[in-house]
């Protein structure tokens, strides 16, 4: 669901990754000073993010989401790789330039208590970044704006004098989206934020991003692995694995026709509504375990858990590529996959 972009923005995409890698030195012997391999967060991704919409980045658990979310935020120092932020590359600013510009970025997080510091009152919590940043004028224009705030999340004013655990999971996620929305920023980067809710509550707070977007003019990167959530909100979708893009492309055709493998898998994994289909299908299981970005195999990083892998597919490891090739036209799918025109494997 794409909203309309801020009048005086530049042109272009608001936010590029090129080639985006995050590795973490792993130690060994009594105080670790020893490097005795690396450990392959992030490994080689880009993608844009156009300015209003909303895209989803999807994957299990330890595929590099949530590092990639950091370190976009430069809350994580990248290894290698370009960050470029309204037309400006911000990899290597220091902490004191990147200050004014973390006004345009903000994070949702995944945890809705534990981002919250549970000695603050709401009203604190949500007014915290615009005393930071010197912004919001006076202490009675300050309560004004953490006032309306509460009010655009959906929460009362008569709320904001209580402290964090005496709000509903929900809520809380909520006071964190007021928060984040205080400086008014043009990016927000939503790091699985409905995965610790009730189902009935994740639909709350999705609806919730989505009006804020389509009102606000956002530009959100959407983390989950949750599909049918990512599927509501999200425009366009990349598929993650071991740290690199394996799939990216617009919600129908994601969902109408995947391509790779994996998102087969994760598509497969997703419940249908209807008992009576849920009980006729037959999805595709995945073997085996995910690898260790430690020890990533040789070739494409899904073979080893592939249904259909050839023996080139444990040798040369695809790149991401246009899907169908194309001289002309803009491609509006990417595919990492030898097999890309395979037909679907039978069910494992």
Known sequence: ?????????????????????????????????????????????????????????????????????????????????????????????????????????????????????????????????????????????????????????????????????????GQRQRIGIARALALEPDLLVCDEPVSALDVSIQAQVVNLLADLQRELGLTILFIAHDLSVVRHLCRRIGVMYLGRIVEEADRDTLFGDPRHPYTRALLDAVPVPDPVVEAARAPRTLRGEVPSPARPPAGCPFHPRCPIAEPRCSEVGPRLEAYPRRDAAPAERWVACHLADAEPAPSL
């Not at 909203?3 to 670790?32: I, Q, W, Y």
């Not at 658990?61 to 979310?69: E, H, L, Q, R």
């Open 1 to 169: 669901m794409s909203g309309t972009a801020r009048s005086g923005a530049r042109p272009g995409p608001l936010l590029e990754l090129k080639d985006l890698r995050v590795h973490f030195p792993l130690g060994e012997g009594l105080l670790l000073r020893r490097t005795r391999g690396v450990l392959r967060a992030v490994d080689g991704i880009s993608l844009r993010l156009e300015r209003g919409e909303t895209y989803g980045l999807v994957g299990e658990s330890g595929c590099g989401k949530s590092t990639t979310a950091l370190a976009i935020l430069r809350l994580l120092e990248p290894t290698a790789g370009r960050i470029v932020f309204d037309g400006e590359e911000i990899t290597g600013w220091s902490q004191r330039r990147l200050r004014p510009l973390r006004r345009r970025m903000q994070m949702i997080y995944q945890d809705p208590y534990g981002s919250l510091n549970p000695r603050m009152k709401a009203r604190d919590l949500i007014g915290e970044p615009l005393v930071i940043h010197g912004l919001g004028g006076d202490r009675r224009r300050r309560r004004d704006r953490v006032d309306e705030l509460m009010q655009r999340v959906g929460l009362l004013p008569e709320m904001a004098d209580r402290y964090p655990h005496e709000f509903s999971g």
